[in-house]
């Protein structure tokens, strides 16, 4: 049965490969067998990760808005490899000035730059790479599909207007991709997502932590509002991901799993 679980011959490509959620989903890839291309802006980064994986994982320098160079890093494995059966889209992230804050940024002021900047790398960055890598799945007729949403997505969060309307724009292409793939192109072409709670990373650690790195106001309600009692841990992710890109999967698509400690499940009383 666990046998299921293993993704020995296959090859992964994870978009944002080397953020600490990415780099997490990498390591869980690498560990079940997979050979993982790891993608991202930083070059430099990828190739020295991609040679800290081993198991003959690669690297490849990319903006997931840059749809020619996505359309290069495909060219390349079509050629190197033959074929692609994993795409995890893991790039996204929030930017400071695209957030409210209470006597410093009102919704009202947030800059339009700043808001498009964060709806086009979590939206865009998902479809741009599902059009290039997912034409290859639909070539050779299989292939999974699994994109990075939030919890933002479905309980919307205050003062992250545009990376919350995003997510869950995210969570509506997951749906409607996975049924366009079953029905148009193969039904073994799989797509699903997760839905990540309260992990600290660099993007948002300034809105969970104070300087002094107790824990902030909006901190402590997070925590207060996760009957887990605690922030996510980048491995806690990884036997959902496992789960979701492997045969033990091999009749889910279409869904949106949550990874929150009980979050989306609390309702504050």
């Not at 509506?172 to 992990?199: E, K």
Request: proline share 3%; aromatic share 8%; charged share 15%.
């Amino acid at each position: 049965m666990l046998n299921q679980f293993r993704l020995d011959g296959k090859f992964a490509l994870v978009t944002g490969g080397t953020g600490v959620l990415g780099r997490a989903m990498c390591q869980a890839l690498a560990g079940a067998g997979a050979s993982v291309i790891v993608l991202a802006r930083n070059g430099e980064r990828a190739a020295n990760f991609a040679a800290e994986l081993g198991q003959g994982a690669d690297s490849f320098a990319a903006d997931v808005m840059d749809k020619a160079a996505l359309e290069r890093c495909a060219d390349h494995i079509r050629a190197q490899y033959g074929r692609m059966d994993i795409l995890v889209n893991c790039a996204g992230g929030n930017h400071k000035n695209a957030t409210a804050v209470p006597n410093e940024r009102s919704f009202f002021d947030l800059p339009a730059d700043a808001l498009q900047w964060v709806l086009n790398l979590n939206l865009m960055g998902t479809i741009l790479p599902s059009q290039v890598f997912g034409a290859l799945m639909a070539e050779q007729k299989q292939g999974v599909i699994l994109n990075v949403s939030s919890m933002a997505s479905i309980r919307p969060l205050t003062r992250v207007v545009a990376y919350a309307g995003a997510k869950a724009a995210v969570n509506n292409f997951t749906q409607w991709l996975a049924v366009t793939m079953a029905q148009d192109y193969s039904p073994h072409i799989r797509v699903n997502a997760i839905a990540p709670g309260f992990f600290i990373g660099e993007q948002n650690y300034y809105l969970l932590y104070n300087e002094d790195d107790t824990l902030s106001a909006r901190g402590q309600q997070i925590i207060d509002h996760t009957p887990m009692n605690r922030f996510g841990k980048p491995e806690d992710l990884q036997g959902t991901v496992l789960w979701l890109v492997s045969d033990a999967s091999r009749f889910v698509t279409g869904i949106v799993v949550p990874v929150d400690g009980g979050f989306s499940a609390f309702s504050g009383v």
